[in-house]
């Protein structure tokens, strides 16, 4: 692995009320080509999935979105035109894993490639030991619920703070798993790309 960037602390001040997030959330497919900010990925990342309560020797940590028994099987790839980073969100940084840009992976529509930032969201099967999770099925099902929870979170902070973003499920997941070098169990559920919304 590359190096960490240590993201700054998230606004969880924003005044933007939640119903007018709820009544503003779409899919928008047209950004501008100019980078998101630390402080917008960092914003964006800890809606996904950040920590709102740190683990203990009792209990794991919680997030921002549900995951069944709290497996927290979904990990959050971040494709930028910099490389590849894995979103610790224990420790709020992004870890380098790749230093070549793979946004042209995202998915398969051409028009996708050009958004500034690229989230891939990959379930880690090893992380769902329940016995509710008897087989593949079953962890694939709950891997699509939960990546939906996240997304949506994404969607509504996107919506907040004027940034266009669209889930994708065109992707082809064999190839992308090749070029992130996934392992066995981890599994890509779907991507969504971030922009900024154009002037006007």
């Not at 917008?40 to 740190?54: H, M, V």
Request: charged letters at 20%; glycine letters at 6%; one cysteine or more.
């Amino acid at each position: 692995m590359g190096y960490s960037i240590k993201l700054p602390a998230p606004r969880k001040d924003l005044t933007f009320p939640l119903m007018q997030a709820l009544a503003e959330r779409r899919s928008k497919r047209k950004w501008s080509d100019k980078p998101l900010s630390e402080q917008d990925i960092s914003n964006l990342l800890w809606a996904a999935c950040g920590i709102t309560k740190p683990e203990t020797k009792q209990s794991k940590s919680k997030r921002t979105a549900p995951s069944a028994c709290n497996s927290q099987e979904i990990k959050i790839y971040v494709a930028r035109q910099d490389g590849l980073f894995l979103f610790a969100e224990k420790e709020h940084q992004l870890v380098q894993i790749l230093t070549k840009d793979i946004r042209a992976n995202s998915g398969t529509q051409k028009m996708m490639h050009s958004a500034p930032l690229g989230l891939i969201y990959v379930t880690d099967y090893s992380r769902m030991t329940s016995i509710f999770f008897r087989n593949n099925y079953q962890r694939w099902f709950i891997s699509g619920v939960d990546a939906g929870f996240i997304s949506q979170n994404v969607y509504l902070y996107c919506a907040a703070a004027k940034l266009n973003t669209v889930v994708l499920g065109l992707v082809n997941r064999e190839k992308l798993h090749k070029v992130m070098g996934l392992k066995e169990p981890e599994k890509i559920v779907m991507t969504q790309v971030v922009g900024s919304s154009l002037p006007g």
